[in-house]
T-cell receptor, first 111, second 114 residues
C-alpha cells in the first residue's frame, strides 16, 4: 500500500530564511514522489517529482526536494523563503492510476 | 492550469438533488481523474477514466458516478447529493496512468450541499 505523511500541519518561517516542509512515505516497490502547491482558491500546481537518479530534485520557483531512501523521506526545501511562497503544500506518492496525498502543510512566510 | 477547466466553479444545492460537475481538457490526455479535497484528508480519488467510455472506481466512489463520451470531457454526477458530499472537487489529467506520470489539476469546484 502507498501512503505519505506530512507531520506538520503548519510551518512558519521568516522571509529570507531557509524553509523545509517534511514528508515521509511508505511504498511497496519503487517510490515515485511528488510535491504540489495550492494557492488560495486555486488548483494544485506541480512543483517537482522524484522518479530515479539524483537524490536532489530541482523544481519550479526555486524549490528543491531531497530524496532519502534510508529515512523514507522526501522533504521540500528552499534556500530563501518569500512571502509569496505562503500556501498549502502537498506531498504525494504515485500509484497505478492514482496519486496518494498527504494531508497538507500550510506554510506561512512572515515578512 | 494546464488547459483544464471545470464548471461550475461554485455550486450550492440541497440534499437529495442531482448534481453534475464538468471537466474539460484541451491537452488530449488519455487519463482523467476526479478527486475530492477535505480538511485532514488531503485529496482522495473518486473515479478515473483511461479512455472514452472507460472508467473505474477510486477509493471514495460511493454516491458518485462518472461518464466520458469524448476525450476532452469527464463528468462527475452525484445522483442524490448528501451533506457529506460538501467538498472541493478537482479534476486532473495525465498522459498515462503510470505511477511516475505527473497529474495536472484544474481550478476546482466548490460544492455545498445544504
Amino acid at each position: 500500500a502507498q501512503s505519505v505523511a506530512q507531520p506538520e500541519d503548519q510551518v512558519n518561517v521568516a522571509e529570507g530564511n531557509p524553509l523545509t516542509v517534511k514528508c515521509t512515505y511508505s511504498v511497496s516497490g519503487n517510490p515515485y514522489l511528488f510535491w504540489y502547491v495550492q494557492y488560495p482558491n486555486r488548483g494544485l500546481q506541480f512543483l517537482l517529482k522524484y522518479i530515479t537518479g539524483d537524490n536532489l530534485v530541482k523544481g519550479s520557483y526555486g524549490f528543491e526536494a531531497e530524496f532519502n531512501k534510508s529515512q523514507t523521506s522526501f522533504h521540500l526545501k528552499k534556500p530563501s523563503a518569500l512571502v509569496s511562497d505562503s500556501a498549502l503544500y502537498f506531498c504525494a506518492v504515485g500509484g497505478a492510476n492514482n496519486l496518494f496525498f498527504g494531508t497538507g502543510t500550510r506554510l506561512t512566510v512572515i515578512p | 492550469d494546464a488547459g483544464i477547466t471545470q464548471s461550475p466553479r461554485h455550486k450550492v444545492t440541497e440534499t437529495g438533488t442531482p448534481v453534475t460537475l464538468r471537466c474539460h481538457q484541451t491537452e488530449n490526455h488519455r487519463y482523467m481523474y476526479w478527486y475530492r479535497q477535505d480538511p485532514g484528508h488531503g485529496l482522495r480519488l473518486i473515479h478515473y477514466s483511461y479512455g472514452v467510455k472507460d472508467t473505474d472506481k477510486g477509493e471514495v466512489s460511493d454516491g458518485y458516478s462518472v461518464s466520458r463520451s469524448k476525450t476532452e470531457d469527464f463528468l462527475l454526477t452525484l445522483e442524490s447529493a448528501t451533506s457529506s458530499q460538501t467538498s472541493v472537487y478537482f479534476c486532473a489529467i495525465s498522459e498515462s496512468g503510470l505511477a511516475r506520470d505527473t497529474q495536472y489539476f484544474g481550478p476546482g469546484t466548490r460544492l455545498t450541499v445544504l
